[in-house]
């Protein structure tokens, strides 16, 4: 009967294997139209910080993460590894890497996902809704490293053979992007130890400890401090999300992940987890698992009053995605009205939001012409000049340091924000109007506020449609200075 069972089994694997192997295919598409459809680049801030100290690294002089953001190690290593290649193109690489390519292993670790569990009917299905889900088209169009993170978890559940390294791989690699993987390995090597042979036991323990032992030494290099980047989380966790009682950011978690995932996923999985008690359409434990994980973890960091970022909820999202397609594939040769009612929905959705791809490139433009404006200013010659000689530079919030360090060559230690008007630094770089005041020193939920103070004793100096630089009167280290 066992071969007969195998023979069986025969045309359902190859159908499978055939999905896994086309999904190359959507990933590639996707990263070269992301590519194409997310110029002019524009990486967000905290992906700026891992170059500048990439950057500094190579050179020999990283002394202090501050006053940056968590330092995570495998930007910092892209970072290091991008900088010999100048500053416009480590930007550009690490643009590509963290963004359009990151999103189509995304897409593709979806795509091989969904064809594992059922075929690649449930491929075809999950893709849209990441693509046409504004956030994470935001996120990879800005060049965030969440955006690779849950290519790697996908990509580990997508592997099709139990007892293997390489998903302890692929999470060893994410977990030098967030902690959360750490979790999800040392559950996951639980779970696979009793199939694994003893050396696969000891070569996959090795794997789950990697991440944290190389953390932990990164950040006592550094500072001294070898748990540094929890103390410096916690302590911008408490900025943020203090300011709201538990309660109104476990609401916001939920709208969050509602605009990432979109309404479809969560009905369809939710109806079929009622119609069927051994789990939603037969989904193995360990997508369970990390689904329960994720969002167990998120629940967790809310209820601790740390951080909660919409950027959290990634995984679920995809995983979502991921189950709702399965369950409506399959439905297709039984429960015909589930399968029409889940395939209609899922096309509703996309329908509904076709539309982001080209709305997240417009909401990008403002960005990349302050990019634009930020290197033009920094390329002259007597701004450049300045920045190296000038002891005191100074920016109206801690946000502005980033571009400006990194396309000016001053360290983030060497800038200084919030200054008083009494103050006087040599150099201060502020928005030049309002409309860009309101969009680079606010945020929805955080800052509200886009007032900020010249110090006294400054004249104006050179200046474009978002950037005013002043200049102090006195000092030696700005003259002779254009205007």
């Known amino acids: 009967m066992q071969p007969s069972t195998a023979r069986g089994d025969a045309p359902v694997r190859r159908l499978r294997s055939a999905g896994i192997a086309g999904s190359v295919a959507p990933g590639a598409l996707v990263a070269i139209a992301a590519a194409i459809a997310f110029l002019p680049q524009v990486i967000n801030p905290d992906s700026v910080y891992a170059l500048i100290w990439g950057r500094q690294l190579a050179h020999g002089d990283l002394a202090s993460f501050a006053p940056g953001p968590t330092p995570h190690p495998l930007p910092i290593a892209a970072g290091l ?92 690699a994410a977990g030098l992007i967030r902690p959360e993987a750490w979790v999800i390995a040392a559950c996951w090597w639980l779970w696979e130890a009793r199939v694994m042979t003893n050396r696969s036991r000891l070569q996959s323990a090795s794997l789950v400890a990697l991440a944290p032992v190389v953390w932990m030494v990164m950040d006592a290099a550094v500072t001294g ?13 408490d900025a943020l999300y203090g300011r709201y009682s538990r309660l109104e950011n476990l609401r916001q978690g939920g709208r969050d992940l509602l605009a990432c995932a979109g309404l479809a996923p969560i009905v369809i999985v939710a109806l079929s987890a009622v119609r069927r008690r051994a789990g939603p359409s037969g989904v193995p434990a360990p997508v369970i698992g990390v689904l329960a994980l994720t969002i167990g973890i998120f629940v967790l960091l809310v209820l601790a009053g740390m951080a909660s970022s ?8 995809c995983l979502l995605a991921v189950m709702a397609a399965v369950a409506v594939a399959r439905a297709k040769s039984g429960r015909r009205a589930f399968f029409i009612a889940g395939l209609l ?17 417009v909401q990008l433009e403002p960005s990349a012409e302050r990019v634009r404006q930020t290197r033009e200013l920094a390329d002259r010659s007597d701004v450049a000049a300045m920045l190296v000689r000038c002891a005191s530079a100074a920016v109206p919030s801690r946000r502005l340091v980033a571009r400006w ?49 010249v110090p006294n004793g400054l004249r104006r100096g050179p200046r474009t449609a978002d950037w005013q630089i002043y200049v102090s009167a006195t000092s030696d280290c700005v003259r002779p200075i254009g205007t």
């Open 405 to 453: 360090a990194y396309f000016g060559d001053r360290p983030p230690d060497r800038w200084s924000f919030d200054v008083p008007r009494n103050s006087r630094p040599d150099v201060f770089i502020a928005p030049a109007s309002r409309a860009a005041a309101e969009a680079l020193l606010t945020r929805p939920r955080f800052d509200d506020d886009a007032g900020f103070i």
């Open 345 to 361: 929905l899922l096309l509703l959705q996309a329908l509904a939001r076709v539309d982001a791809p080209a709305d997240i490139r």
């Open 225 to 237: 401090d070898p748990l540094w980047s929890l103390h410096v989380t916690d302590s911008a966790s």
């Open 81 to 172: 590894v991008t900088s010999v290649f100048g500053i416009d193109g480590s930007y550009a690489i690490t643009h590509i890497v963290f963004g359009p390519l990151s999103l189509g292993l995304l897409v593709a670790a979806v795509f091989a996902l969904a064809s594992r569990l059922a075929s690649p009917l449930a491929g075809c299905l999950a893709v849209p809704v990441l693509i046409t889900s504004a956030p994470i088209l935001g996120w990879a169009a800005t060049a965030r490293y969440d955006i690779l993170f849950a290519a790697l978890i996908v990509g580990a559940l997508a592997y099709p053979k139990r007892g293997g390294i390489a998903p302890f791989a692929l999470l060893a």
């Open 310 to 317: 919409e950027r959290y909820l990634l995984v679920p999202a």
